[in-house]
């Protein structure tokens, strides 16, 4: 069976629920590297590191999404942005491991289904979600689905749905659309992964925990 994007009901959805996240992060993709070079690690998940600067960035995106529950606990943001960012290492090292890929055809043509789709949504923020990170990006949003930095960060989207559903076919199947269960299970996936998971002084730091 052809692998596309909405294939899959759990990753079309992650990947809508995603465009807004997305248009927040994207920036300019060469200063976000060029600065975490220069910046102390917080975390690290078997041998891979994971910047201060990605915490600070994800924080600021949990603080000015549309649900964040107004809370200015900075170490708090810090703290829910360490527990995603690792989360989201360990699926993505997952989906690698498993294999879950999609070429770039694929993936662009993935992109044009959730662009026509978003058009359509209801929530006036899905809807512009893909303005505003063409916008960032610099170009014009009939461009957008090939768009190297684009393909990076729906790749990155399309691989964290994929392993989500991936677990959730694991459970029984009464369960399988159980979103408290699914999670659940998620949570455990990544406790028991195969490889470390250190958090370092400058992480607690930032988050405020005990060093």
Not at 26 to 52: C, F, M, S, Y
Not at 124 to 146: E, I, K, N, Y
Request: with cysteine; aromatic share 4%; glycine share 4%.
């Amino acid at each position: 069976m052809k692998k596309t994007m909405t294939n899959n009901i759990c990753v079309r959805v992650c990947v809508l629920q995603s465009l807004l996240v997305l248009a927040m992060a994207t920036g300019n993709a060469q200063d976000v590297t060029n600065l975490a070079k220069h910046t102390a690690v917080a975390a690290r998940v078997g041998e891979t590191d994971i910047p201060t600067s990605t915490l600070r960035t994800r924080a600021r995106m949990l603080a000015s999404s549309p649900t964040a529950d107004n809370d200015s606990d900075l170490q708090l943001l810090h703290r829910r942005a360490l527990r995603q960012v690792i989360r989201e290492t360990v699926l993505l090292k997952a989906a690698d491991d498993e294999g879950l890929s999609l070429s770039d055809g694929d993936l662009s043509r993935g992109i044009l289904e959730m662009q026509a789709a978003a058009a359509q949504s209801v929530d006036p923020s899905v809807r512009t979600a893909f303005d505003q990170a063409a916008g960032r990006l610099g170009v014009a949003v009939d461009q957008f689905s090939s768009e190297p930095r684009a393909l990076a960060a729906y790749r990155r989207l399309w691989k964290l749905g994929a392993i989500r559903a991936r677990i959730a076919e694991r459970l029984p199947f009464e369960d399988r659309k159980d979103p408290a269960k699914i999670e659940n299970a998620i949570e455990r996936f990544v406790s028991e992964w195969k490889e470390p998971i250190i958090i370092l002084p400058a992480g607690r730091q930032l988050t405020g925990e005990p060093q």
